[in-house]
């Protein structure tokens, strides 16, 4: 059973910084899905933020946070991380990780959210102009 847990989150004030984690279980030897984050506000739909496929390495950014956001996952640790720089009030959501079934991938990572059956149970993330 796939498992995901988050942490990192918090507040923090415009220009600062934070790194959010996901302890990513469940899969065993097998290295060849996405998984990602997505952030929501209350009354918004969920939103795609950045992904990364553990077969290649491969990353993908929402235009929001190119440049600013970075994804990354330690394989020794398996874990995943978002390191997010510049913070904007703007970027204040929970965030939430995802992940794909290990048979899904099929040439890059999809952005819906219906893509991804397996979800942690969300971080927030607060930032203060």
């Known amino acids: 059973q796939v498992q995901l847990v988050e942490s990192g989150g918090g507040s923090v004030q415009a220009g600062g910084s934070l790194r959010l984690s996901c302890a990513v279980s469940?899969?065993?030897?097998?290295?060849?899905?996405?998984l990602g984050w997505f952030r929501q506000v209350p009354g918004k739909e969920r939103e795609a933020v950045a992904f990364f496929y553990t077969g290649r390495g491969d990353t993908y950014y929402a235009d929001s946070v190119t440049g600013r956001f970075t994804i990354s996952k330690d394989n020794v640790k398996n874990t995943l991380y978002l390191q997010m720089n510049t913070l904007k009030p703007e970027d204040t959501a929970m965030y939430y990780c995802?992940?794909?079934?290990?048979?899904?991938?099929?040439?890059?990572?999809?952005?819906?959210?219906?893509?991804?059956?397996?979800w942690g149970q969300g971080t927030q993330v607060t930032v203060s102009s």
């Open positions: 469940g899969y065993g030897n097998y290295d060849n899905y996405c």
């Open positions: 995802a992940a794909q079934e290990w048979w899904a991938y099929s040439g890059s990572c999809p952005t819906e959210r219906s893509e991804y059956p397996y």
